[in-house]
């Protein structure tokens, strides 16, 4: 039985990660932080699985990791936890440069003192981040890089690191540079997620007005639970390499707000002038403002446009996107009415 363990298993990408690798068998090891109250809801139908069990440790706490990783010994290391607000790591900059990238080294040297070099396969979640402002169009492994926060900056140390430990260690480690992935799973806090849930609460009367920061930055957005396929083909390969997962499409922040209006049949308008404060959305039925803008939310450096090229990860792990862009703004809008509706958002 092949075992895995994940950092982060408590977040989005963890939830469908321990689900694809519980139902292909492996024997699933999760790493938590001791916190006060508990934070698995996420992984909660999982904790009696069988083939699940849960570790206490910290990415800041090099001892834990050891003692985790000598307890485990695992084939494969997903590390996917980190301090993974954009906005929040303006503020937050030392925390997130010690989980995001010294965090990375601690646990790849952890690795490497119970002689695991040459056994585990290792993955590291990077960032479409890293990109920033954009040297080409679209991004792919060989575009260069240029964070434009200190969430990306910290992620750009984790992912030298890991190409430095896979060059001279020669230990299997692997990059997986994802664009924006989403899903019913997402955090509150994440702008795709704040759209779906306070569109339903507007649809449903419990919200009146969705403010929102920079409507014109551009992602490229896929669906989570496709994504984590990628994540497993990539240490499934004989050679580690890093690679790209994308959809190759990108839309704008006012385009994913106007289609989760659509996706609960409410039509909407845009006016003011496009990219200024004063620009608003205006329900066309009510006439009601439905969106404006709050200077609060803008970001001291913004990314503007990411669009990523996944041809490399086509050709050598056999991985294509398959959830178009309405059809995820769609998925994520039936669960945010659903809970809305439930009273549990």
């Known amino acids: 039985m092949k075992k895995a363990m994940i950092t982060g298993i408590t977040g989005q990408d963890g939830y469908y990660l321990t689900e694809l690798l519980l ?13 006060s109250t508990p934070n698995t809801s996420r992984i909660e ?21 050891h003692k985790a990783i000598s307890l485990v ?5 997903y590390n996917l936890a980190a301090m993974s607000h954009v906005a929040t790591s303006f503020f937050q900059p030392e925390y997130s440069a010690d989980v995001n990238g010294v965090g990375t080294v601690r646990l790849l040297e952890a690795l490497r003192s119970n002689n695991l070099e040459g056994f585990t396969k290792f993955y590291q979640a990077s960032t479409s981040e890293l990109y920033g402002k954009v040297q080409a169009i679209p991004q792919n492994e060989k575009t260069p890089f240029y964070p434009r926060s200190p969430y990306a900056i910290s992620k750009l140390y984790a992912y030298w690191a890991v190409v430095n430990y896979r060059e001279a260690y020669g230990m299997f480690t692997s990059n997986g540079i ?30 009146s007005v969705l403010k929102m920061g920079n409507l014109d930055a551009k992602r490229d957005w896929g669906y989570a639970k496709e994504y984590v396929e990628g994540m497993w083909m990539m240490l499934q390969q004989n050679i580690a390499e890093d690679f790209v997962l994308a959809t190759g499409e990108t839309h704008s922040v006012r385009e994913f707000i106007t289609e989760a209006f659509r996706a609960i049949d409410i039509d909407i308008e845009w006016r003011g002038k496009t990219g200024s404060l004063e620009e608003k959305a205006f329900c066309t039925k009510s006439g009601k403002v439905v969106v404006e803008i709050s200077p609060e939310l803008m970001r001291p450096a913004e990314v503007d446009l990411l669009i990523g090229d996944y041809s490399k990860a086509r050709t050598k792990l056999g991985w294509a996107p398959k959830t178009k862009f309405s059809e995820l703004v769609n998925l994520m809008m039936e669960n945010d009415m659903r809970l809305v509706a439930e009273g549990k958002l």
Request: proline share 4%.
């Open 23 to 35: 139902a292909k068998g492996y024997e699933v090891t999760g790493i938590v932080r001791r916190t």
């Open 73 to 77: 010994k695992p084939h494969e290391i």
């Open 45 to 65: 139908n999982f904790l009696s699985h069988p083939g699940l069990k849960i570790i206490e440790a910290d990415l800041c706490d090099s001892s834990s990791l």
């Open 178 to 207: 994802l664009f924006n992935h989403e899903s019913p799973m997402r955090g509150l806090n994440f702008v795709t997620r704040k759209i779906t849930s306070s569109v339903a609460k507007v649809k449903q009367n419990k919200m």
